[in-house]
């Protein structure tokens, strides 16, 4: 299947318009968070690490060597599990509504790592002396201010980061009676609930410009569907069509690949309108863009070019094939009645066949001649340019109706 170019819909890109839209925006909006969140979270993961070996190196002295190593095995061995779940969120992305167990195991994983700091903070931290219980709540603290930064895409993880660096050293301090530890203490709380304060709300205008973002891509692709796709038969319209079959063109001319045109036009619509409505007329045009895109191949591009007027490219086909496949489209229109709640109607359709083997412009007017050869020969035909001469119709499109 050839690639579209950039900016021009292929069906299928018209079919993921239909389905996105506000139903989708809390599942991307919570994707590009989960991105946000690794790529902070990643780098972090190392210099945490490194973090907590300089604590072990300022508490060497004063604390068991067997000790503070098991506890920086500890740090190592969990910070080790966040690298490795975001290596496998980088190789393998989530989908948009995937509900992924990788996503659970990476919270827990970083939720295991700060408890194993915020409690083995208390096992590491020497009980007989001030100063080294003041140096380890500095780096608790210091600690917990980074993880309001690093997770403020996820506001539940920010605050379990900060709670579990915080609550168990702030608790010790309390539990010691005395006034100076009283005294840390209250600063640790302080810092806690500031922390989880200002942590809610740079999540929060976090999630509302994601929110946003997302609303205006949506608005965007919105926008660029209306003005690519017919409304009422969801093809191309004339001016999408005409835009991609130009590039098509030229690529088959680098190529030296074939390239054929069909062009369909509607016997008698006009006495379909006026003797049933508008509204049968409408579905009558949806029920042949329907046949449409389930007759033609991937590759193919179908539009509406005009009020019943629909035209097909064939990448890869020669016009000889095309006036086949246009052939089949005729009888498939033609023998299955169109069914309506007043009755049913037979629909038939005359084809015009060209080859595009230069500028698509003569294409289509060499497929237009061969279509107005098919309804001056009596409509419910298909009529190939290299059988017909070149005519103009002296009463423009509504003649040949």
Request: contains cysteine; neutral net charge.
């Amino acid at each position: 299947m050839p690639c579209p170019p950039r900016g021009c819909y292929t069906q299928q890109m018209i079919n993921k318009d239909q389905r996105a839209g506000p139903a989708n925006l809390p599942s991307a909006v919570h994707q590009e968070k989960l991105t946000l969140l690794l790529q902070q979270s990643h780098i972090a993961a190392y210099i945490s690490v490194g973090v907590a070996a300089i604590l072990v190196a300022v508490l060497w002295e004063q604390q068991s060597s067997d000790r503070l190593l098991t506890w920086m095995g500890g740090i190592v061995a969990t910070a080790s599990v966040r690298v490795v779940m975001y290596q496998s969120f980088r190789r393998h992305p989530p989908e948009v509504d995937e509900n992924s167990h990788r996503e659970f195991i990476y919270f827990a994983a970083t939720l295991t790592y700060f408890a194993w700091w915020g409690i083995g903070s208390l096992w590491i931290m020497p009980k007989a002396s001030y100063a080294d219980q003041i140096i380890v709540l500095y780096f608790m603290i210091g600690l917990a201010g980074s993880a309001v930064a690093v997770f403020s895409a996820n506001w539940p993880l920010q605050i379990g980061a900060v709670a579990l660096l915080l609550l168990p050293i702030v608790s010790w301090f309390f539990a010691q009676g005395s006034l100076p530890e009283a005294g840390m203490a209250t600063a640790g709380l302080i810092f806690l609930l500031s922390a989880t304060r200002s942590a809610r709300v740079l999540a929060g205008t976090i999630d509302t410009n994601l929110r946003l973002k997302h609303q205006l891509i949506n608005a965007n692709a919105v926008a660029e569907r209306l003005a690519r796709v017919d409304e009422l038969t969801n093809l191309y319209n004339r001016r999408a069509f005409n835009e991609y079959s130009r590039l098509q063109a030229a690529q088959a001319q680098r190529t030296g690949n074939p390239l054929s045109l069909v062009l369909l036009d509607l016997d008698h619509f006009k006495a379909v309108n006026d003797s049933y409505g508008h509204a049968v007329g409408d579905d009558v045009l949806q029920h042949v863009a329907k046949m449409l895109r389930e007759s033609v191949r991937e590759s193919d591009i179908c539009g509406r070019i005009g009020g019943e007027e629909f035209a097909i490219l064939l990448p890869g086909t020669s016009a000889e094939k095309a006036q086949v496949v246009a052939e089949a489209l005729r009888r498939q229109l033609y023998e299955i009645p169109f069914a309506f709640p007043d009755g049913e109607a037979i629909i038939h359709a005359s084809f015009g066949v060209a080859q595009v083997r230069g500028e698509f412009s003569d294409a289509l007017q060499q497929a237009d001649s061969a279509l107005y050869a098919a309804k001056t020969a009596g409509r419910n035909r298909v009529e190939l340019c290299d059988n017909v001469t070149p005519i103009r119709r002296p009463g423009g499109e509504q003649s040949r109706r």
